[in-house]
């Protein structure tokens, strides 16, 4: 299959971004300030890619509104805490991106993360000049729900059939499903191959090598 696509909407954290360790340990510093039951990496790496909101119900179904506020409340002080270490990009994503962009292809970022943390990085990096648009969760529908591609694609005015998800968690493939386009998995963030299958990726992608090799080919 050699399909040609106008459109790469990239996932942030666990895609593009080495930074899963760094939300599991926030998770995990936010229940200790809040007396919470610490539910352990596995269960807090498995929900990374939803909104902090449905995030933190899908973890804590039976916390009440204070508590869930409270949860938010630290786990950003936490996220955001630089003396404890920031997040990197995973090596050869600032070489794919930046070659991508000079061949023209659109690019677009579709997160879990709020808007202020999505700034953040995009002021690190300087890649607010490298996408042509981006939606957060606190903005959108949180996948899996389609809302953030239906919209990425209306405003960039690409059709579905020419637009590419991708993306490292199940939540990405379920959103790129349900809003009728192609997805990309990645397994060197937080599912592996063999769970993103189910969605029907076109490919499951080890390294940014091969993503940057299978995207070239494709744009």
Known sequence: MNKQFELYIFDWDGTL???????????????????????????????IGLGLSEAFEALYPDANKAQQEALTERYRHHFFDTSKGKSTLFDGT??????????GVKMAVATGKARRGLNRVFDETGYHTLFHASRCADESGSKPDPAMLHELMQ??????????MIGDSTYDMQMA??????????????????QLAQYSPLTCCENIVELNDWLHEHS
């Not at 939300?23 to 929900?47: C, F, P, Q, W």
């Not at 600032?94 to 061949?103: E, F, I, R, V």
């Not at 499903?177 to 937080?190: K, P, Q």
């Open 17 to 47: 971004m080495d930074s899963v360790d760094h939300i599991v340990s926030s998770l995990s510093a936010a229940a200790a300030d809040t007396n919470m039951e610490d539910l352990g990496h596995h269960n807090y790496r498995n929900i």
């Open 94 to 103: 600032d070489a794919m991106l930046t070659s991508l962009n000079t061949k």
């Open 155 to 164: 405003e960039l005015n690409v059709a579905p059939e020419k637009t590419l």
């Open 177 to 194: 499903n349900n809003a009728g386009i192609d997805c990309v998995a990645v397994s060197y963030g937080v599912h592996g191959c063999k």
